[in-house]
């Protein structure tokens, strides 16, 4: 028997990730009102419990409704989820902020960064909605919308600076399919989510120049490096980029066919023009928008990031799909570099990746009695 939470949850934004998230907070016992942009989306969901646009052949609960007046589906919620496009965030916050409670807790089912701001999507949310950090809080991890909303197990991380906080929405984001753990690296979590799409727009792109495994292993790799030092120059604790957040999400994105940042990558490894690839994608692949903020931040910030400094370039179309591969470095000295950063001491990250699956193990042995720090 399905336990029910009292309360009233909210889900803006109604593509494959914010229905699939819907699902969730449904099939977990929350009574859920989605807001959808169109009227018709609204419409099917409310009185089919279909979203067949983004998630044919799936039946959502009688529990989720569907609203596209946006005051009617935020006020009165006790927690509001949004998953919208990362550069649409802001504007839609501005229509959302006069109908929150003041005890409203506000989740980021997003993955991306502000291009202008460089900020961070619960940064966004803390500037736009003039809200203290502890009432937000992150959802991410190895999510691919299809997949979840087949209920096939997966799990999930929720960060907030106050574990209470990440706690609470925790116990809503969890199911007999779904489970959440908590931390409160936020700035971990967040760029866990953002750099793993860049990532995965790398491999797509060998994907579609035709190289193989060793190829994609060795950018997988490297890239988790450059996503770590990247995170941690920003605050971010290491464990974090070796937990569901990070390589949980890393490997799920580069290696599904089902990412759009995998496909947009592929599309662009094909010889497609990014304009071309942006005309294909029925929805955003927040890779291509996150690039340029990304790279922007890791210099003023020194940080190296050669692997998504060539993703930038075959995008802008300066440089060959078939050339992204040996520029793993941007060192071109003939002195054999470190595997590890210079920066890195001799104990940081140590074990980082033989924990790491050691937590996901534990995850499936232990989930489903209480959330538990990822």
């Given at each position: 028997m399905t336990r029910r939470i009292p309360g009233r949850v909210s889900v803006l934004g109604a593509g494959s990730w914010g229905t699939t998230f819907g699902k969730i907070l449904a099939d977990g016992g929350s009574q859920v009102t989605m807001w959808a942009r169109r009227d018709d989306v609204a419409t099917q969901i409310r009185e089919r419990h279909r979203n067949s646009e983004y998630l044919p052949n799936i039946a959502l609960p009688a529990s989720m409704t569907a609203t596209s007046d946006l005051r009617h589906a935020v006020s009165g919620a006790d927690v509001v989820f949004v998953s919208v496009p990362s550069q649409t965030l802001r504007p839609l916050l501005a229509d959302v902020k006069p109908h929150l409670k003041t005890t409203t807790i506000v989740v980021s089912l997003m993955k991306g960064v502000e291009k202008g701001t460089g900020l961070r999507m619960s940064q966004v949310i803390a500037e736009a909605l003039e809200i203290a950090p502890e009432r937000i809080a992150v959802a991410s991890g190895p999510n691919l919308a299809v997949e979840i909303?087949?209920?096939?197990?997966?799990?999930?991380?929720?960060?907030?600076v106050s574990l209470e906080t990440a706690q609470k929405v925790a116990r809503r984001a969890r199911n007999g399919y779904?489970?959440?753990?908590?931390?409160?690296?936020v700035t971990g979590t967040e760029f866990g989510g953002v750099l793993k799409n860049l990532i995965a727009v790398a491999i797509g792109i060998v994907d579609g120049v035709g190289y193989g495994e060793n190829t994609k292993a060795s950018i997988i790799t490297r890239g988790l490096v450059e996503m770590t030092d990247f995170?941690?120059?920003h605050g971010a604790q290491p464990e974090t980029l070796s937990g569901l957040a990070g390589l949980g999400d890393l490997i799920a994105t580069c290696q599904s066919p089902l990412s759009r940042n995998n496909t947009a990558g592929r599309l662009l490894g094909e010889g497609y023009s990014l304009t071309a690839v942006t005309k294909q994608m029925q929805q955003t692949a927040e890779g291509l928008a996150s690039v340029a903020p990304?790279?922007?931040?890791?210099?003023?910030?020194?940080?190296?990031?050669?692997?998504?400094?060539?993703?930038?370039?075959?995008v802008a179309g300066t440089l060959e799909p078939r050339d992204i591969a040996p520029h793993l470095t941007t060192d071109e000295s003939d002195t054999p570099q470190g595997e590890r950063t210079q920066d890195d001491r001799e104990d940081d990250g140590r074990g980082a990746v033989r924990g790491a699956f050691k937590r996901?193990?534990?995850?499936f042995r232990n989930g489903g009695r209480r959330p538990r720090r990822d």
């Open positions: 909303a087949r209920e096939q197990p997966t799990a999930a991380v929720v960060s907030s779904f489970r959440s753990f908590v931390n409160t690296d995170a941690v120059a990304v790279l922007e931040l890791a210099k003023k910030i020194g940080v190296d990031m050669p692997i998504v400094e060539q993703v930038s370039r075959v996901a193990l534990d995850q």
